[in-house]
């Protein structure tokens, strides 16, 4: 195989890749030799023109490697979007998070910070600290509540809450896809209260609605939720800074505007006329303003 394989490829998924192509060539082979009706003589001849039967057959797979690989689902919402990151934010320091953590929630505990020393994911922009949220509070709901006001304080009290009160279970819970990712970093990672997490803030997924962003992501990329967003806003705050800094949608996690079982929508951070906004949008609304926000899993 070439090196132009990506890295982010598992030599399982590879064997596997190769063994379902080399079935289907296979049975393609026969059914078109009982279907075609060659003779001796039109078989020799499609052997001597072997090198452009098999750059047919090569773009065949190509084609369709292509087509099955992403999906199609929710395709509609997407629109092209320039916003970005105006305000100049770049990933910090792993050791300037971890320590500016330990000052927000004193007594936190620390992270293996040599993780970083690792080559990022693809797509992923940076490493970023991530406390576990049950080393802030008893619920989920609650460790985001406690987050959402350090920015409030953070950023002089510049930061309006429009789910105050509203963040309980019944309103509130992370995706399936995103507990399975933290447990799976929490289990390689134990002994440790900060968890290592590569990252990207919203511009692989820019003018995607969150259902979107949520159905092309592969197995090792999931959506963040509002609280590891939180910690990340309160870890780089140029983040958000700006109306024309892009707007971060909470792909991780699942919300029920008025807590009756309908979980159509997501949680948003967004940024105007001075002030972090938190709310919620429809997951099904493509938007130039907003992009969600991704982890992915070390491979």
């Not at 460790?143 to 304080?153: G, M, R, T, Y």
């Amino acid at each position: 195989m070439k090196t132009s394989i990506t890295s982010n490829m598992t030599d399982g998924q590879i064997k596997q890749y190769r063994r379902f192509v080399e079935d289907a060539t296979t049975k393609g082979a026969d059914l078109a030799l009982e279907k075609v009706n060659l003779d001796k003589d039109g078989l020799q001849k499609l052997i001597e023109n072997g090198d452009e039967f098999n750059a047919v057959i090569a773009e065949v797979i190509i084609k369709k490697t292509q087509e099955l690989s992403v999906s199609n689902q929710f395709a509609s919402e997407e629109v092209k979007s320039k916003y970005g990151y105006l305000s100049g934010y770049k990933p910090k320091h792993i050791t300037e998070q971890t320590n500016a953590l330990r000052t927000l929630f004193p007594g936190i505990g620390f992270a293996d910070e040599k993780l970083t020393e690792q080559p990022l994911p693809k797509n992923a922009e940076g490493w970023f600290a991530i406390p576990r949220w049950e080393k802030i509070a008893p619920t989920y709901g609650e460790a985001v509540e406690k987050v959402l006001e350090l920015i409030k304080k953070n950023r002089n009290g510049n930061l309006i809450n429009y789910r105050k009160d509203q963040l309980s279970a019944k309103y509130l819970r992370q995706s399936a896809k995103m507990v399975k990712a933290f447990e799976k970093l929490g289990n390689e990672q134990k002994g440790y209260d900060i968890l290592i997490v590569p990252a990207q803030l919203g511009l692989c997924h820019r003018g995607r609605s969150v259902r979107r962003a949520r159905e092309v992501m592969n197995s090792f990329e999931f959506g963040l939720g509002a609280f590891a967003i939180g910690i990340i806003l309160l870890t780089h705050p140029e983040r958000l800074q700006h109306l024309d800094d892009l707007w971060v949608d909470c792909a991780g996690d699942e919300y029920s505007p008025d807590g009756v079982g309908d979980f159509s929508g997501s949680l948003i951070f967004g940024f105007y006329d001075g002030e972090v906004r938190f709310d919620r949008r429809y997951v099904g609304v493509a938007n130039v303003y907003y992009g969600s926000c991704s982890g992915f899993l070390p491979q």
